[in-house]
């Protein structure tokens, strides 16, 4: 493939989703926006790589949402994001409380999703943000599609503890 | 009762669409990343043909590009001592072949190495010293606290870890990737003698400083940064030895 003609269809792809994966990367990193930026970028850069082999196979939407997922996943298993992550202001030793204030509901949302260990969070956030279908998030995962439900019913059961009443699902969630 | 795609909509933030800046960074990362990934691969190949044209001086004869004599065998033509000259006169020359093939090896990475980092227009744009200037900014986040800074730089992360430092305008903002930026950590080198450079390879130095008291099993810190910074080894120590390193540092591992 041409260098210009890859630029121009990757720029117009990108023009179209970045904001989507940033939302998506905000909230898998439960509202770290440095670390949602970096993904997006690792995401892209990785898309224009492998740009014409996409546009082959399962094309740069659904390809996009794999490497960030699992990018962010990748993320996770650093030894060093374990222990500290840099923050603006020194860390605190805070207690760990259930959430029980009336916070705004998109800071409990954060918190909820934090609780989440990384695949669950990575499944909330493609079938309730994105709104894909099991096969779609299994694909992403690269997972069963049974795991993708038992992940689902455990992660919702989570939120539902933490966030209460702020939370209902409706539709046919399976 | 709110669902919780809703939810999850609010706190994920506006939908804001790219500005371009991000869109020619984001492009400009691929393409770096592409010219990494395509360089690395002709390196790879030119690195197979040396070990292969190594492989017969390696194993002291045998066959020969040149239909050779075996040593010692029957029916050659002339005496022991002529075939033996021939021996070694093959031998010579499949060393001398192999050897220019690795100068030309050499050569031709160091240049497409060269062309890597000049590509990625870090700090050799011009090969001016990078003036240093008093840090009275507000205390870096992490274990590396520096008391002066490369004027145009900024930091981009700090941790227990590490401490990262580029060029403003670098559109690499990960403070995890090194190349072509200013990286102070924990080391596994010592400097004995005072504060000293350590070329790492051809395309980083380090400055390799000694700490008063051992941290996490380290006698010593160490900055790594590029040697197109343009600074002076004195310039270089300066810098480095204005960094302190809390208690609460520690070495990366793996």
Not at chain 1, 58 to 72: D, H, M
Request: proline residues 6%; aromatic residues 4%; contains cysteine.
């Amino acid at each position: 493939m041409r260098e210009p003609s890859r630029t121009a269809a990757f720029r117009e792809y990108a023009a179209a989703d970045r904001g989507r994966l940033l939302r998506a990367a905000r909230l898998l990193t439960a509202g770290d926006e440095h670390l949602a930026e970096d993904l997006v970028q690792t995401a892209l850069t990785r898309l224009y790589v492998a740009w014409p082999r996409v546009l082959r196979a399962e094309g740069p939407g659904p390809y996009a949402r794999k490497i960030l997922v699992n990018a962010f996943i990748d993320e996770t298993r650093r030894p060093w994001r374990r222990r500290e992550t840099a923050t603006a202001e020194p860390p605190e030793q805070v207690a760990v409380e259930p959430v029980t204030v009336d916070l705004p509901a998109g800071s409990a949302v954060m918190i909820g999703l934090a609780a989440l260990p990384p695949r669950q969070r990575a499944v909330i956030v493609l079938r309730f943000l994105l709104d894909l279908d099991v096969q779609a998030t299994s694909r992403a995962l690269d997972c069963s599609e049974g795991t993708v439900k038992s992940q689902t019913s455990h992660a919702l059961a989570k939120l539902r503890d933490l966030l209460g009443n702020q939370l209902t699902t409706t539709g046919g969630i399976s | 009762m709110t669902e919780l795609h809703d939810l999850l909509d609010r706190a994920a933030g506006p939908h804001v669409g790219p500005n371009t800046a991000d869109l020619d960074a984001d492009i400009a990362r691929g393409m770096r990343a592409l010219r990494r990934r395509r360089t690395g691969a002709a390196g790879g190949i030119l690195t197979v043909a040396v070990a292969a044209a190594a492989i017969p001086v390696a194993l002291g004869g045998g066959s020969t590009a040149g239909g050779g004599v075996v040593p010692g065998g029957s029916g050659g033509k002339g005496s022991p001592s002529s075939a033996q000259d021939a021996i070694t006169k093959a031998q010579k020359q499949k060393a001398e072949s192999a050897a220019s093939i690795a100068a030309q090896t050499a050569t031709k990475q160091a240049a497409q190495r060269v062309a890597l980092t000049r590509a990625q227009k870090h700090w050799l744009a011009d090969g001016a010293a990078v003036p240093i200037h008093t840090y009275d900014g507000p205390t870096v986040v992490g274990s590396y606290q520096p008391g002066m800074m490369p004027e145009g730089t900024v930091i981009q992360g700090g941790s227990a870890y590490r401490l990262t430092i580029a060029r403003a305008d670098d559109t690499d903002t990960n403070p995890d990737s090194f190349v072509g930026k200013i990286v102070v950590m924990l080391s596994g080198r010592t400097a004995p003698n005072g504060a000293q450079i350590q070329e790492a390879d051809g395309f980083s130095k380090i400055v390799v400083v000694p700490l008063d008291h051992p941290i996490d099993g380290s006698s010593a810190f160490e900055v790594q940064y590029a040697p197109g910074a343009g600074w002076t080894d004195y310039e270089a120590i300066k810098f480095a030895s204005s960094i302190t390193v809390l208690p609460t540092a520690l070495s990366g591992k793996g």
